[in-house]
């Protein structure tokens, strides 16, 4: 979705109630650093969702307990430094999370 955005920086409001993947969403948006407040309820797939946001460090408020890839989810966003209170009980793949 915000794949390669290296300039985008500013408040997101998405309606992501019903999302089931996000899937190398903010992927390489070395800038991003924005505030996010999703609905993440539903969904299953969060690999790759902040490889290489190399500025990203907010805190993260995220329903998890239906993910099952993590994997890669935190990959190179080498500034993150934040407490997770993920819920990981059915989450299958969580490789290279934070390499």
Known sequence: ??????KI???IRFDTRNVITMYSMFYEA?????????DTRNVQ??????????EFDQELKFN?????DMSL????ASKFNKPLN?????VKKMNSMFW
Do not use: C, I, R, W
Not at 1 to 6: D, G, K, R, V, W
């Open 1 to 6: 979705m915000m794949f390669e955005a290296s």
């Open 9 to 11: 920086n500013q408040p």
């Open 30 to 38: 070395k800038h991003f650093n924005s505030p996010l407040n999703f």
């Open 45 to 54: 797939n969060m690999k790759a969702m902040f490889y290489d946001a190399l």
């Open 64 to 68: 998890t307990k239906n993910v099952t």
């Open 73 to 76: 989810m935190f990959s190179g």
């Open 86 to 90: 993920f819920d990981t009980k059915n």
